[in-house]
């Protein structure tokens, strides 16, 4: 006999689990599938961030020094797999086309009410959740380091920008005042901005298990094991899990880089594309310690401090996402980091590695799909699925429940692929 519920989620990420915690909290019953433990995907290997001051989405570089770096591998902040270019290639054309100045401007201001929803979201599931997930986060911003004043100066103006526009917090720090609040980095740095108002978490696997715990609290019910797509019946949706069939009057699709091996069976081809990154955590040499998070912008690697040590975190790598790992930029990011901080041993067998779902617009994807009733789908965060996941599942719960949602979801719909999808 089929298990019923009001909700069935696919994916145990940190969209998934904020989707649940969302609708428990409007009375619905949900029952959460993932084949791995929750929050052990995408959302356990990143840098931690909770980015409010991430406006801008990461757009596909257009200048010809960065293309050359990247083309002929030299860049440590973008790689490519060259036998996965074919396929990639036409959402990467797009990616291209959408990061175009007059595009991306108006990329910038859809997705920036989406990011001021990152805080809010995030500090509500944390009082919730209780004391453990609070004295995880770190309330004192982060660096954006460079090492050249060209560098530096070019961002600080956009930092004035952004700040007049969307009211973000930032100081722009001199070498000087950088080495009073790190006082390990080595050197190698004219200075940093300090963006103020962002939260970093010392463990982002761990926050997630504390919002999986809350779920659990809330009634929520956790099915391990791979499901087999998703099929419309009439009351609603249904998908098999070793045999066992669960059943919701609604469905989401929150399977991150997964999400195709459900939604292309259903007709919905959309131009998903991933990223892949990597990350290693390490000792330090002596007593050096890192104060708060330091992304090297001019190289394209992040040093977190993090409760298993530094964690060091790599850019982006162009690859399919299922092949074999390929750690180049890895290598390149620790010895590029002992330039500056230093690095210790090594504190993991082998390098995490994991997969970012992209559109090429820069947008995720929230909300309704458009040609069946009670699915939705949040997928295609990219760099900032754990800055967005509860946000997200706050949009997708007051969507699926009726309720005015918080911010405009129109620019996060599916429609927007709709005229290039098959069926």
């Not at 100081?171 to 080495?179: A, G």
């Not at 809330?218 to 009439?234: H, I, K, M, P, Y």
């Not at 504190?347 to 970012?356: L, M, Q």
């Not at 090429?360 to 939705?376: N, Q, S, T, V, W």
Request: glycine share 12%.
């Amino acid at each position: 006999m089929a298990q019923a519920s009001d909700v069935v989620i696919l994916g145990a990420g940190i969209v998934g689990i904020a989707t649940g915690i969302h609708l428990l909290r409007r009375g619905r019953s949900v029952t959460l599938v993932d084949k791995r433990e929750p929050g052990h995907e995408t959302s356990f290997g990143n840098a931690g961030i909770i980015q409010r001051e991430g406006v801008r989405p990461h757009p596909f570089p257009r200048d010809l020094h960065m293309l050359l770096q990247v083309g002929l591998h030299l860049s440590t902040a973008a790689r490519y797999e060259p036998l996965a270019l074919p396929r990639l290639a036409p959402a990467l054309l797009r990616y291209w086309w959408a990061s175009s100045p007059e595009h991306y401007r108006r990329v910038v201001r859809a997705y920036a009410p989406l990011i001021g929803r990152s805080i809010v979201t995030h500090a509500d599931l944390m009082v919730e959740a209780g004391p453990q997930a609070e004295a995880l986060v770190s309330k004192g911003g982060w660096l954006l380091a460079f090492r050249s004043e060209k560098g530096l100066r070019h961002e600080a103006e956009k930092a004035q920008g952004d700040a007049a526009e969307f009211g973000i917090g930032h100081k722009v720090v001199e070498w000087p005042e950088l080495q009073r609040m790190e006082p390990s980095l080595i050197g190698g740095l004219v200075g940093a901005i300090h963006w103020t108002d962002p939260w970093t978490v010392r463990d982002p696997g761990a926050l997630v298990s504390e919002y999986f715990a809350l779920f659990q609290r809330l009634g929520g019910v956790f099915v391990q094991g791979t499901a087999d797509g998703l099929t419309e019946t009439n009351g609603g949706w249904s998908t098999e899990v070793d045999g066992a069939t669960y059943q919701g009057r609604q469905a989401v699709i929150a399977l991150g880089p997964w999400a195709p091996e459900v939604l292309d069976k259903l007709g919905y081809y959309l131009p998903l594309f991933v990223k892949r990154g990597y990350h290693m955590h390490y000792g330090t040499q002596g007593n050096a310690m890192l104060n708060r998070l330091v992304l090297d912008a001019e190289v394209g690697y992040v040093l977190a401090p993090m409760a298993r040590g530094i964690r060091l975190t790599t850019g982006a790598e162009f690859a399919m996402r299922d092949a074999a790992p390929t750690p180049v930029q890895l290598g390149k990011a620790e010895r590029a980091a002992q330039e500056i901080f230093p690095l210790g041993e090594r504190r993991d067998p082998e390098p995490w590695k994991g997969a970012r779902p992209c559109t090429p617009d820069m947008m995720p994807i929230i909300g309704k799909a458009p040609r069946h009733e009670g699915l939705f789908v949040g997928v295609g965060h990219a760099h900032h699925g754990f800055t967005l996941g509860p946000a997200t599942g706050e949009l997708l719960a007051q969507q699926m429940t009726g309720e005015p949602t918080a911010i405009d979801t129109k620019p996060f719909g599916m429609e927007r692929f709709l005229g290039r999808m098959g069926r």
